[in-house]
């Protein structure tokens, strides 16, 4: 029960390194995927009075990559797309299926317009084009979304690449005091913002549904709090401090409630509160340990964790009330859920050959997939369109993030040059 324990009692992070500055997360692809979509986007072409303040192409490319779903050419093959008659024979022999081709315009001081055709190479014809503008500040969010919208007009299924990502990371000063801060990124890495900074340890970062506040857990006064706050403005509201444990919280789906881990009656257990009236209902009554809980998408009912079995498993109740039904039965260690936004799938850790690693079942029909290699791999998320799972890794003794197609077919990782990351998770919108 490692690391269900660590979740519960709040042991803080194994490893920390010496900075108080804050970096972009790293990408590094560690498994490719064969078969994806191939597909061409040459360089943006830019009209301006200075240089173009993005690489528009790459990130677009970069993002297709991510997704596994894709496989962007190295080459432009500019003899065939940069004339105004695309060579789609020569792309057809070269087994191109797409082809994107944009713009970049500076229309005044610090605002652009962005544009962009997608053509469909093998029936040598437009799909779609689009347009729009964005000043300096919102330019490579607004990047993120043309990779949305080229990979839903091929896929039919909603791109996630301008949705954000928080995560916790944790470092030394040069003074040997430990900072812990809580960061909002892109979903690449790039531009993390420092929400909280704090020398009391934070933990589990859960986003509201309509991703404009966070709710975590603080040590706060040496003693755990659970609180709510606002990215605009940096307001931040105290939700729960109970004696004993207050932890794993998530917002319901409408915003209204708070499903949350209490033990002040003895055991820890799951309980509901209602954030307009602060009424608290207690959800399980056991002398086992139940925490980890989330929403389904239909509000009516949590995943959670419980160790009633004798061991960590996944249990699934009706906030309403009823009894525990149990959902996972393969192997002696299942714990830490979280339901695809569509409510059909559940991504959890598993401990399989001893070791932790991230699974996914279909709850349709309970069939499971172990989609990462391990050791001590934890705290998985899904991304908005329920592709790709984001969680909490190792290498070496530095805590990094990965993240893995839902199929398993594509796996990356995402690390601070000079920092520990844990708690990765994912917005709920974009």
Not at 71 to 82: E, I, L, Q
Not at 179 to 191: C, F, K, M, T
Not at 322 to 348: H, L, V, W
Not at 365 to 383: A, K
């Amino acid at each position: 029960m490692k690391i269900l324990l660590k979740k519960i009692f709040y042991v803080v992070f194994l490893s920390l390194i010496v900075s108080n500055t804050y970096s972009v997360l790293h990408i590094e692809i560690t498994q490719g995927v064969k078969g994806a979509i191939p597909i061409i986007i040459p360089s943006f072409s830019y009209s301006g009075a200075s240089d173009s303040p993005l690489n528009v192409a790459k990130i677009i490319k970069l993002d297709l990559l991510r997704s596994g779903k894709f496989t962007p050419s190295k080459k432009s093959y500019k003899d065939a797309t940069s004339s105004g008659s695309i060579d789609f024979d020569f792309l057809q022999q070269k087994e191109k299926d797409y082809l994107v081709k944009g713009n970049i315009k500076n229309i005044s001081p610090g605002n652009y317009k962005l544009s962009f055709v997608l053509y469909d190479v093998f029936k040598k014809k437009k799909m779609m084009s689009y347009s729009v503008k964005s000043n300096q500040k919102k330019l490579r969010m607004t990047v993120h979304n043309l990779s949305d919208i080229i990979f839903k007009k091929i896929t039919g299924i909603d791109g996630s690449f301008s949705a954000k990502i928080a995560y916790v990371s944790a470092q030394k000063t040069k003074s040997g005091k430990k900072i812990y801060s809580l960061q909002v990124a892109e979903s690449d890495g790039h531009n993390p913002k420092s929400i909280l900074t704090s020398k009391f340890p934070l933990m589990s970062p859960s986003w509201s549904h309509d991703g404009r506040s966070l709710v975590y857990v603080s040590f706060l006064g040496r003693k755990a709090n659970i609180f709510k706050q606002t990215l605009a403005t940096g307001a931040r509201q105290k939700l729960a401090s109970y004696r004993g444990i207050n932890g794993a919280p998530e917002l319901s789906p409408d915003g209204t409630k708070l499903v949350l881990t209490l033990s002040f009656k003895g055991n820890p257990d799951i309980y509901l509160l209602n954030l307009g009236t602060k009424k608290l209902k207690q959800i399980t009554k056991s002398l086992s340990i139940d925490t980890e809980p989330v929403w389904m998408p239909d509000g009516k009912s949590i995943m959670f964790t419980s160790d009633r079995s004798g061991g960590p498993q996944i249990y699934e109740m009706f906030v309403s009330g009823g009894r525990a039904i149990r959902k996972t039965f393969e192997g002696g260690y299942n714990a830490s859920p979280n339901i695809s936004p569509d409510g059909k799938k559940m991504t959890f850790v598993t401990r399989s050959n001893r070791k932790f690693r991230v699974a996914v079942m279909d709850l349709s029909n309970d069939n499971i997939r172990i989609l990462t290699p391990g050791p001590m791999d934890e705290s998985p998320s899904f991304s908005p369109n329920g592709t790709m799972i984001i969680y909490a890794a190792s290498k070496g003794y530095k805590g990094v993030l990965g993240a893995v197609s839902e199929d398993g077919r594509m796996r990356q990782r995402l690390s601070l040059s000079i920092g520990d990351v844990r708690e990765p998770v994912w917005s709920h919108i974009k």
